[in-house]
């Protein structure tokens, strides 16, 4: 029974870990478009989001566009350019340990006695993560002839209304 429990706690664990991480970080703009873009400082991002084979490579992506959007709307634009997009999948190895019960039963001079040891038992399972990272631009409608594709906020990300 304690084994059945360890693994579901285990299982449960894994579940709970199909969420996608997000981490979008400001750039300086001579870093990426060079010294001659000052009109683009504050406004260019990168965003590096993860997840692993709960949360397929579509996900990730999915909820990494919802990221950058909200962050863009939370800037106070309505538009964004990708200028850099990249992505990559990995596997590690993962293990855990758990105790399988073995009971051995003594009989001898009429008593009756039951020793119980418990014996660990590893297991390892591949885990795989699929990572998106990407370098964007927040842009106002004016700037959107300048860019060769944008996105629109609208289409990634809805706000919450305060009741």
């Avoid at 997009?85 to 758990?98: F, I, M, R, V």
Wanted: aromatic letters at 18%; one cysteine or more; hydrophobic letters at 30%.
């Amino acid at each position: 029974m304690k084994n059945k429990i360890w693994i579901f706690t285990v299982l449960l664990f894994i579940a709970g870990c199909a969420g996608v991480s997000t981490d979008i970080k400001e750039l300086k703009y001579n870093e990426v478009l060079g010294s001659k873009y000052p009109e683009f400082d504050g406004r260019i991002f990168s965003a590096s989001c993860s997840g692993n084979e709960y949360a397929d490579a579509g996900m990730v992506k999915e909820e990494c566009l919802l990221k950058i959007a909200e962050t863009v709307h939370d800037k106070g634009y309505s538009f964004f350019t990708v200028i850099v997009q990249d992505g990559k999948t990995t596997e590690s190895l993962e293990s855990y340990t758990t105790t399988q019960p073995i009971t051995s039963y003594h009989y001898g001079y009429g008593e009756y006695r039951a020793n119980t040891t418990y014996v660990p038992q590893y297991h390892s399972y591949t885990v795989t993560k699929f990572h998106k990272f990407y370098t964007f631009v927040l842009i106002d409608e004016k700037d959107i002839d300048k860019w060769g594709n944008y996105y629109k906020v609208s289409d990634y990300y809805t706000p919450k209304t305060e009741k």
